[in-house]
């Protein structure tokens, strides 16, 4: 089955504490982001890949880090720095070369113990 | 990317088709309208895109008027699995480099009764 997978689904995390997601996808995609939603809200981008080893912030990148190492992989680390980690993350991914559409993968919740 | 308007929420019953419609009064000529759907606690589902031709695929069609100002999602036969918040984004074909996310607004609630 070709898609995006996420994991955990559920996350805790405790104050001062640093939790990396994992996002993979097998869909030979160039191009791989992160978003966050909150309760009723739409996506904000947090960081963005065009490419293997290049990562570029998106909006609201403060507080978070990410790389990619290897194409099918975008993991995203939420630090301690983030204040208001709560909410739900998603992964998306794209083929580029002129194709638009994003895919998304599960999404993983985040909650502060 | 152009702005769109959409309603908060809509109600429709269950096999009648749902028409949601999208304002984006400030298109551009290169700027594409693309549709996804996003059940409760699930990622985003891309549907359908269009530039001016109507649309359509097996999930639903696409119609865009001729002054590309609005558009009207149409889901044939609304079932209770189609219950998810509708976006509407409006965006170039290929973006290039920059900062390339989609921007998602609050969507349309789209409510089917059974």
């Known amino acids: 089955d070709g898609g995006i997978t996420q994991s955990p689904k559920y996350l805790f995390r405790k104050e001062g504490q640093n939790v990396t997601l994992s996002c993979e996808q097998n869909?030979?995609?160039?191009?791989m982001y992160w978003y966050r939603q909150d309760p009723g809200q739409g996506l904000r981008l947090i960081y963005y890949?065009?490419?293997?080893?290049?990562?570029q912030k998106g909006d609201i990148a403060e507080g978070y880090s990410v790389s990619r190492e290897k194409k099918e992989s975008f993991p995203l680390t939420v630090t301690s720095a983030q204040k208001n980690p709560t909410a739900f993350y998603l992964c998306?991914?794209?083929?580029?070369?002129?194709?638009?559409?994003?895919?998304f993968g599960p999404g993983t919740r985040l909650l502060v113990l | 990317d152009a702005k769109t308007t959409q309603p908060t929420s809509m109600d429709c019953a269950e096999g009648r088709a749902a028409n949601l419609p999208c304002n984006h009064s400030?298109?551009?000529?290169?700027?594409?309208v693309y549709w996804y759907r996003q059940i409760h606690s699930q990622g985003p589902q891309y549907i359908i895109h269009?530039?001016?031709n109507n649309e359509t695929n097996e999930m639903a069609s696409l119609i865009i008027t001729e002054d590309r100002k609005s558009s009207t999602l149409i889901l044939p036969h609304a079932t209770l699995r189609d219950t998810a918040v509708y976006y509407c984004?409006?965006?170039?074909?290929?973006?290039?480099?920059?900062?390339?996310?989609?921007?998602f607004g609050k969507g349309t609630h789209l409510i089917i009764q059974p």
């Open positions: 984004i409006v965006r170039v074909l290929f973006s290039g480099g920059g900062a390339d996310g989609l921007t």
């Open positions: 269009g530039l001016k």
């Open positions: 869909l030979n995609h160039d191009a």
């Open positions: 890949s065009q490419i293997v080893n290049d990562f």
């Open positions: 400030t298109i551009s000529g290169n700027e594409y």
């Open positions: 998306a991914s794209k083929a580029g070369g002129g194709q638009e559409t994003q895919y």
